[in-house]
């Protein structure tokens, strides 16, 4: 048994905040009250003292990219998920960018096996929209589903075609699957590398105009308003994104949308010097963007907080900027940034930064409801949100070192993480 | 205000050269070209230093004027020609040859911001002689001082830039150094063809040629990519020749001695009328002459490892104080 002493319990979804202790016994929380003095000197029972720290349901990221199978040199489903621990995220769920794509059920169940083997937290596959992600035809959806994927995406290969995405989300709805777009337009991207702006004309870097971005999001949310079908927006970024979100949803659209903390943390003045590191898909933007992304958080607009979590090689980032990779890895960074951007600045309440990362994920992928409560699987992250540590990429679980934050000062630390009573991070220290 | 100019090692662009040290090379290079107007065309300062050209890429004139430079100054000069670095890492290739004891390299790349990427893992030099569509810092300075040469001057000079400015380096070059210099800079282009957030630096953004070109002291046609075409920036030529080419017609209402510029290779009947390339106002030829100076100014004070030469003269006739 372990017992969570005097932390103080955020859970949004019952409305439960307080000072409280936590029993946990096997998988489950079976006790859960301001004090549990009977269990303080019980031999049994393993105390984790939380004083002064937030204890929380497990982080959710909807959004991450374990790179296995094909890619192992950037990340696996081992190291990925312990970064994810590390971070405070007990499940996430994995795009299908993969080698092969992960296209079909047995795809599907070889994550799914290895994540049992090796992986420190739950992992959900998401599958492709369409047949081996080539935007053309349908993707064995409901097999997929049946084989224990969450949700679509064409992460890998944005939908070109209007016209197969419509009948996408259709058919997914029809099986209750959750369809994650990715919204870009690579005929307007065309060659750009970063964010149009002032800063690309003095880098002499080709431009990604804002509308590569805006116009998928807005069709998007129009087929979404026709079809009656639910859509949701990967990572986004702009302005005029936020903007057509909340028209979409005032019209009544089945839209929800997700941001990243690079994008409501940083402007796309980090490339400067030609940083690899801030090369970002989307890219990084202007600070018009990230107020109005700050603002959409705040009213609602925008559901979910993910990571966007890209590991890359160290070869791929120190490279001409133009060939560099994109991405950032950002399990490991995602909630510190989301406390030092967000709640420290008062910009969102706790309560509201927690179930942007914990219920309203959950909600998207129907992992159930994300809360505290006796009964409940006992997938718990414990962090401090008053420390401030130094962000050193050489310090990441993550195979992925690529860090737009190195050095920088972030407010809010993961001090334990469990998954399924199992305690993954204690003590700041991965225990797997 | 002298900044840097001590500790300066690399020429990456005009954008982080203080004016104080591009007025330094102007000045130098007046010495050059004088070295170079002689019978005997040798000068010692490159004397025991080696000089090594990368070239990715195409390149005629920037090549073997960085090359007779050298020579003209007694220096080690090698070139290396690639079509492409996919077979190997550009920055591997960089770091062999600062192991193999060059003092300078002279790196023409495809990529903006490569030479920016190496200079900080090599003692040698750098010198950008082209970084993608980034900068192209020693055809600026040759414009630069070619503008100076003849208009004595450049503050308050009215200078018009036509054509392809995006993709064309050494326009953003020219941008950012005729503006530390005071110019009055204004573009004109194809929409298509004009970077974003030029007029929040002070460049004056100009529908047409002819608006840009009214009252002009100094007229640069920018190449147009030759690809701009297939990608769909522009109809065809013949549209843009008549649209965004220069022709006699637009010089008409620049200033009587307004000089046509170009930095080569130019595409007659595109970027400009073959009248205009030969008529009265071009200095073309003149331009390629102050390339070999400005080569020469600009190895002489880079090639020391380590460091630039440093003004060699403050108080010269180029240096007045910035404001």
């Known amino acids: 048994m372990i017992l969570i002493r005097k932390g103080r319990v955020v859970s949004p979804r ?90 079909s059920a047995p795809s599907v169940t070889y994550i799914l096996d290895r994540a049992r083997r090796v992986g420190a937290a739950h992992v959900f596959p998401v599958g492709t929209i369409t047949r081996y992600g080539q935007g053309e035809q349908l993707a064995p959806i409901a097999e997929m589903k049946m084989a224990g994927a969450v949700a679509v995406s064409d992460e890998a290969e ?66 979404s308003l026709e079809t009656g079908c639910p859509v949701h927006l990967s990572h986004i970024s702009t302005e005029g994104s936020v903007e057509i979100v909340r028209w979409g949803k005032k019209m009544g659209a089945r839209v929800t949308a997700d941001t990243c903390p690079q994008y409501f943390s940083l402007t796309e003045e980090a490339v400067t010097g030609y940083n690899t590191m801030a090369k970002l898909d989307p890219p990084l933007r202007a600070q018009a963007d990230v107020d109005a992304v700050v603002e959409g958080l705040r009213d609602g607009t925008i559901d979910i907080i993910s990571t966007d979590h890209m590991p890359c090689t160290e070869d791929s980032k120190i490279a001409e900027f133009a060939r560099a990779a994109y991405g950032m890895s950002s399990l490991e960074t995602a909630l510190a940034a989301s406390l030092t951007y967000l709640y420290h600045t008062g910009k969102l309440s706790m309560g509201d930064l927690i179930y942007k990362m914990t219920a309203a994920p959950a909600d998207l992928l129907q992992l159930g409801r994300s809360e ?22 050489e310090a990441f679980e993550s ?28 003590d700041r220290m991965v225990m797997m | 205000m002298i900044t840097n100019l001590k500790t300066r090692k690399d020429l990456l662009g005009l954008r982080e050269l203080p004016a104080q040290s591009i007025r330094s090379i102007l000045h130098s290079a007046e010495t050059m070209k004088f070295v170079l107007s002689q019978p005997i065309k040798k000068a010692p300062h490159l004397m025991g230093k080696s000089v090594v050209e990368l070239f990715v890429g195409e390149s005629i004139r920037t090549k073997l004027s960085f090359e007779l430079a050298a020579q003209y100054m007694t220096g080690t000069v090698s070139t290396i020609s ?50 993608g569509i980034n900068e192209q810092p020693t055809q600026a300075l040759v414009d630069i001082f070619t503008i100076f040469q003849k208009k004595g001057r450049i503050k308050g000079l009215n200078v018009a830039l036509t054509g392809d400015i995006l993709h064309n380096p050494i326009a953003h070059s020219n941008i950012w150094g005729l503006l530390k210099l005071g110019a009055n800079v204004r573009v004109a282009g194809p929409a298509t063809l004009l970077p974003a957030g030029l007029e929040t630096l002070g460049v004056q953004i100009c529908r047409s040629p002819r608006e840009a070109v009214t009252d002009a002291d100094v007229i640069m046609s920018m190449r147009l990519r030759s690809d701009a075409v297939d990608r769909g920036l522009v109809p065809d030529e013949r549209e843009y020749a008549r649209c965004f080419g220069l022709h006699e017609q637009e010089l008409t209402y620049a200033k009587p001695d307004v000089i046509v510029m170009h930095a080569l290779p130019v595409r007659r009947g595109v970027d400009m009328s073959g009248a205009v390339i030969a008529g009265p106002n071009s200095v073309i030829d003149e331009q390629v002459t102050n390339g070999v100076a400005i080569k020469m100014a600009v190895l002489y004070m880079f090639a020391k490892k380590g460091g630039f030469y440093g003004d060699p003269d403050p108080e010269g006739p180029c240096c007045q104080p910035e404001k």
């Open chain 2, 82 to 131: 690639v079509g492409d670095t996919t077979r190997e890492r550009i920055r591997d290739v960089v770091t062999a040859i600062d192991h193999m004891g060059a003092d300078v390299i002279i790196l023409r790349h495809p990529f903006s911001g490569t030479p920016h990427m190496i200079a900080p893992l090599v003692q040698a030099s750098i010198i950008n002689a082209g970084d």
């Open chain 1, 372 to 393: 505290l409560r006796e009964g409940a699987r006992a997938d718990i992250t414990i962090f401090d949100p008053n420390a401030t540590w130094k962000v050193r990429r």
């Open chain 1, 158 to 223: 944005p939908t070109a075609d209007g016209g197969v995405l419509r009948n996408a989300l259709k058919y997914a709805n029809s099986f209750k699957m959750p369809v994650l777009t990715n919204c870009l337009d690579r005929s307007i991207a065309a060659t750009g590398v970063m964010n149009e702006g002032l800063v690309s004309t003095l880098h002499g870097l080709m431009p990604i105009p804002k509308s590569a971005e805006q116009s998928v999001v807005a069709r998007n949310v129009i087929l």
């Open chain 1, 399 to 426: 195979k992925g070192k690529n860090t737009p934050y190195e050095g920088m000062e972030l407010q809010g630390e993961v001090i334990s993480t469990i998954v399924s009573g199992s305690i993954r991070v204690l």
């Open chain 1, 14 to 103: 019952n409305k439960l905040s307080g000072v409280m202790d936590v029993l946990i016994d096997g998988e489950a929380i079976v006790k859960l009250a301001p004090e549990l003095p009977q269990y303080y000197e019980d031999e049994n029972v393993r105390i984790i003292e939380a004083t002064g720290c937030i204890v929380t349901p497990g982080l959710i990221d909807i959004h991450c990219h374990l790179c296995e199978p094909g890619f192992e040199s950037r990340e696996d489903i081992a190291s990925g998920t312990r970064a994810a621990v590390r971070g405070g995220f007990t499940s996430i769920a994995c795009m299908p960018d993969t080698q092969p794509k992960t296209c």
